[in-house]
Protein backbone atom coordinates (compact mmCIF):
# COMPACT_ATOMS: atom_id res chain seq x y z
CA UNK A 1 0.00 0.00 0.00
CA UNK A 2 1.13 3.17 -0.62
CA UNK A 3 3.33 5.03 2.54
CA UNK A 4 -0.06 7.56 3.17
CA UNK A 5 -2.57 4.41 3.58
CA UNK A 6 -3.46 2.99 6.71
CA UNK A 7 -1.76 -0.57 7.53
CA UNK A 8 -4.19 -3.64 7.98
CA UNK A 9 -3.04 -3.38 11.37
CA UNK A 10 -3.96 0.15 11.75
CA UNK A 11 -7.28 -0.17 10.23
CA UNK A 12 -8.26 -2.96 12.63
CA UNK A 13 -6.83 -1.10 15.49
CA UNK A 14 -8.89 1.71 14.24
CA UNK A 15 -12.05 -0.42 13.82
CA UNK A 16 -15.10 0.54 16.09
CA UNK A 17 -17.75 -1.71 14.77
CA UNK A 18 -17.72 -4.17 12.46
CA UNK A 19 -14.69 -6.12 10.47
CA UNK A 20 -15.57 -8.74 8.09
CA UNK A 21 -13.26 -10.69 6.15
CA UNK A 22 -14.27 -12.55 2.68
CA UNK A 23 -12.18 -15.84 1.35
CA UNK A 24 -12.67 -16.65 -1.70
CA UNK A 25 -9.57 -18.95 -2.77
CA UNK A 26 -9.17 -22.51 -2.36
CA UNK A 27 -5.38 -22.22 -2.22
CA UNK A 28 -3.25 -19.75 -0.53
CA UNK A 29 0.66 -19.57 -1.04
CA UNK A 30 1.55 -16.65 1.39
CA UNK A 31 5.38 -17.01 2.68
CA UNK A 32 4.74 -16.34 5.96
CA UNK A 33 2.69 -19.57 6.69
CA UNK A 34 4.67 -21.79 4.54
CA UNK A 35 6.66 -23.43 7.16
CA UNK A 36 3.26 -23.88 8.82
CA UNK A 37 1.42 -25.45 5.87
CA UNK A 38 4.16 -27.73 5.49
CA UNK A 39 3.97 -28.70 8.50
CA UNK A 40 0.42 -29.78 8.61
CA UNK A 41 1.18 -31.60 5.27
CA UNK A 42 3.76 -33.88 7.07
CA UNK A 43 1.99 -34.65 10.07
CA UNK A 44 -1.34 -33.62 10.07
CA UNK A 45 -1.04 -31.71 12.96
CA UNK A 46 -1.47 -27.88 12.97
CA UNK A 47 -0.08 -25.41 15.34
CA UNK A 48 -3.56 -24.43 16.80
CA UNK A 49 -1.55 -22.91 20.49
CA UNK A 50 -3.33 -19.41 20.48
CA UNK A 51 -0.31 -18.50 22.46
CA UNK A 52 2.62 -19.70 20.09
CA UNK A 53 4.46 -17.61 17.85
CA UNK A 54 2.60 -18.19 14.94
CA UNK A 55 -0.37 -17.55 16.26
CA UNK A 56 -0.19 -14.99 19.21
CA UNK A 57 0.17 -11.82 17.36
CA UNK A 58 -2.99 -12.23 15.23
CA UNK A 59 -5.08 -13.55 18.68
CA UNK A 60 -3.63 -10.21 20.51
CA UNK A 61 -5.10 -8.04 17.47
CA UNK A 62 -8.63 -9.65 17.47
CA UNK A 63 -9.17 -10.22 20.81
CA UNK A 64 -8.24 -6.16 21.31
CA UNK A 65 -10.78 -5.70 18.67
CA UNK A 66 -13.32 -7.82 20.04
CA UNK A 67 -12.67 -6.65 23.48
CA UNK A 68 -13.74 -2.91 22.65
CA UNK A 69 -16.81 -4.34 20.98
CA UNK A 70 -15.77 -4.76 17.33
CA UNK A 71 -17.71 -8.01 15.70
CA UNK A 72 -15.63 -9.82 13.85
CA UNK A 73 -16.78 -12.04 11.33
CA UNK A 74 -14.88 -14.36 8.51
CA UNK A 75 -16.50 -16.18 5.65
CA UNK A 76 -14.52 -18.48 3.46
CA UNK A 77 -16.11 -19.68 0.22
CA UNK A 78 -14.82 -23.23 -0.54
CA UNK A 79 -14.89 -25.93 -3.57
CA UNK A 80 -15.80 -29.26 -2.49
CA UNK A 81 -13.77 -31.37 -2.22
CA UNK A 82 -11.65 -29.62 -0.23
CA UNK A 83 -8.25 -28.65 -1.03
CA UNK A 84 -5.10 -29.48 1.61
CA UNK A 85 -5.12 -25.80 1.94
CA UNK A 86 -8.69 -25.56 2.91
CA UNK A 87 -8.07 -28.98 4.90
CA UNK A 88 -5.22 -26.75 6.76
CA UNK A 89 -7.31 -23.92 7.24
CA UNK A 90 -10.05 -25.90 8.76
CA UNK A 91 -7.82 -26.74 11.57
CA UNK A 92 -6.59 -23.89 12.27
CA UNK A 93 -10.30 -22.47 12.40
CA UNK A 94 -10.67 -22.96 16.37
CA UNK A 95 -7.41 -20.32 16.70
CA UNK A 96 -9.48 -17.66 15.05
CA UNK A 97 -12.65 -18.41 17.14
CA UNK A 98 -10.72 -18.36 19.72
CA UNK A 99 -9.23 -15.22 19.41
CA UNK A 100 -13.27 -14.00 19.22
CA UNK A 101 -13.88 -14.16 15.38
CA UNK A 102 -16.72 -16.24 13.90
CA UNK A 103 -16.15 -18.40 11.35
CA UNK A 104 -18.66 -19.89 8.14
CA UNK A 105 -17.52 -21.96 5.33
CA UNK A 106 -20.18 -21.78 1.91
CA UNK A 107 -19.67 -24.64 -0.48
CA UNK A 108 -19.08 -22.52 -3.88
CA UNK A 109 -21.87 -24.44 -5.53
CA UNK A 110 -23.89 -22.82 -2.99
CA UNK A 111 -22.67 -19.42 -4.62
CA UNK A 112 -23.31 -19.51 -7.78
CA UNK A 113 -26.16 -16.98 -8.03
CA UNK A 114 -24.24 -14.49 -5.43
CA UNK A 115 -22.24 -11.64 -7.35
CA UNK A 116 -19.20 -11.54 -5.88
CA UNK A 117 -16.11 -9.16 -5.75
CA UNK A 118 -13.16 -10.20 -8.27
CA UNK A 119 -10.50 -10.26 -4.85
CA UNK A 120 -10.52 -11.43 -1.42
CA UNK A 121 -11.33 -8.73 1.45
CA UNK A 122 -12.12 -6.95 4.63
CA UNK A 123 -14.32 -4.65 5.38
CA UNK A 124 -14.02 -2.43 8.27
CA UNK A 125 -16.75 -0.23 9.85
CA UNK A 126 -18.71 -0.54 6.67
CA UNK A 127 -17.18 2.50 5.26
CA UNK A 128 -13.92 0.73 4.00
CA UNK A 129 -13.17 -1.99 1.98
CA UNK A 130 -9.17 -3.71 1.71
CA UNK A 131 -9.08 -5.95 -1.10
CA UNK A 132 -6.43 -8.34 -0.72
CA UNK A 133 -4.49 -9.29 -4.10
CA UNK A 134 -2.75 -12.05 -4.78
CA UNK A 135 -0.50 -14.26 -7.80
CA UNK A 136 -2.58 -17.23 -9.40
CA UNK A 137 0.05 -19.16 -7.46
CA UNK A 138 -1.74 -17.66 -3.81
CA UNK A 139 1.38 -15.35 -2.65
CA UNK A 140 0.66 -11.66 -2.11
CA UNK A 141 0.96 -9.88 -5.26
CA UNK A 142 2.48 -6.07 -6.01
CA UNK A 143 0.65 -4.02 -4.59
CA UNK A 144 -0.83 -6.45 -2.23
CA UNK A 145 -3.63 -4.55 -0.78
CA UNK A 146 -5.83 -1.81 -1.92
CA UNK A 147 -7.94 0.34 -0.02
CA UNK A 148 -11.08 1.86 -1.26
CA UNK A 149 -13.46 4.01 0.24
CA UNK A 150 -16.13 5.03 -2.06
CA UNK A 151 -19.61 4.43 -1.03
CA UNK A 152 -20.91 2.07 -3.99
CA UNK A 153 -17.98 -0.06 -3.54
CA UNK A 154 -17.95 -0.25 0.18
CA UNK A 155 -22.04 -1.07 -0.37
CA UNK A 156 -21.37 -3.73 -2.49
CA UNK A 157 -18.84 -5.65 -0.88
CA UNK A 158 -20.81 -5.38 2.45
CA UNK A 159 -23.96 -6.86 0.35
CA UNK A 160 -21.84 -9.60 -1.18
CA UNK A 161 -20.52 -10.57 2.46
CA UNK A 162 -23.74 -10.42 3.78
CA UNK A 163 -25.23 -12.71 1.05
CA UNK A 164 -22.31 -15.41 1.52
CA UNK A 165 -22.96 -15.21 5.45
CA UNK A 166 -26.39 -15.68 5.62
CA UNK A 167 -26.32 -19.07 3.25
CA UNK A 168 -22.71 -20.05 5.18
CA UNK A 169 -22.13 -22.49 7.56
CA UNK A 170 -21.19 -21.92 10.83
CA UNK A 171 -17.49 -23.58 11.54
CA UNK A 172 -18.62 -25.51 14.26
CA UNK A 173 -21.53 -27.62 11.55
CA UNK A 174 -18.73 -27.42 8.81
CA UNK A 175 -17.58 -30.91 8.70
CA UNK A 176 -14.56 -31.94 6.15
CA UNK A 177 -14.33 -35.37 4.41
Not at 11 to 27: C, F, G, I, K, Y
Not at 40 to 54: C, E, H, L, Q, V
Not at 160 to 166: H, I, L, P, Q, R
Amino acid sequence: MPQNEPSFKDLMENTQHSAVHLEMRDVYGVGDEADDFNQWKATSSRDADPGSAYWAPWVDLISRATARGVTVRRARIVSEPVTDYIRYEHAGASVNLHAGEQVRWLPRRRAVDLMLPGCDLWIFDGESVLFNHFSGGGDWAEPPMELRTEPGIVKQCSDAFEAVWDRAIPHDDYAIH
